[in-house]
């Protein structure tokens, strides 16, 4: 594993492990009202039956979300909307990208947020084709307006999934604070595949990268 990859290219792509509701709404929530509150477009892909949940969780921090879905500023995908059958990478960075233009020629920029549960209904997409998946879109939004959350729960996630996520994004969260992750090789894997998507991984191995990137990592204030 590249621990040392070099990151001369703009990315905000962001990998948010969390194990409770608590850790999740106090990262998001400030994103999402952050985004809206400049004038951007904001997309939040989540499971189906917790729309109306965030929608008031939104709504209690202070975010006019009748309005923002109004005008077009917010707007809900469930994980079965983003998900397709049989997932593709490449067909779904297509579809990303002409979400994410026809946006930007309405506002300056663009944010997402995105639960990564979509990636365990059925069937479930292996971690080597989500890490696939996580290095393409990191190459999607290179040096464009585009700030981007992908939220992984550290308790239902696979160890696997985790790992792959470890290495495609810049930047990782772990207990709440944001560190620039030594793990990221997204452009290795996109270079190198399918050699190189491989994401094995259990438990320990996790427990270790997630605690090198408390220690080790720099923080990342940005």
Request: with cysteine; aromatic share 8%; glycine share 4%.
């Amino acid at each position: 594993m590249n621990t040392h990859a070099p990151q001369s290219k703009r990315r905000d792509h962001t990998c948010l492990l969390y194990k409770n509701a608590g850790e999740l709404k106090k990262y998001l929530l400030p994103f999402l009202k952050e985004g809206l509150d400049n004038g951007e477009h904001c997309l939040f892909v989540c499971s189906e039956d917790s729309v109306d949940n965030w929608s008031l969780e939104m709504q209690a921090f202070g975010i006019d979300v009748v309005r923002h879905l109004g005008d077009g500023s917010l707007v809900f995908a469930t994980g079965e909307q983003w998900r397709q059958s049989p997932f593709d990478s490449l067909t779904k960075a297509r579809e990303l990208w002409q979400h994410i233009d026809q946006q930007l020629s309405k506002f300056p920029a663009v944010r997402i947020a995105g639960d990564a549960g979509w990636a365990m209904l059925n069937p479930p997409i292996s971690a080597d084709r989500l890490c696939h998946w996580e290095a393409t879109a990191d190459l999607i939004y290179e040096d464009s307006p585009v700030k981007t959350i992908c939220m992984y729960d550290l308790n239902r996630h696979p160890p696997s999934d985790i790992r792959a996520a470890l290495r495609t994004h810049s930047r990782a969260v772990v207990d709440g604070v944001t560190h620039r992750n030594h793990y990221y090789e997204a452009e290795e894997i996109l270079e190198r595949e399918p050699d190189f998507n491989a994401s094995e991984a259990d438990g320990d191995l996790i427990e270790n990268m997630l605690a090198a990137l408390r220690t080790a990592s720099e923080p990342d204030t940005r």
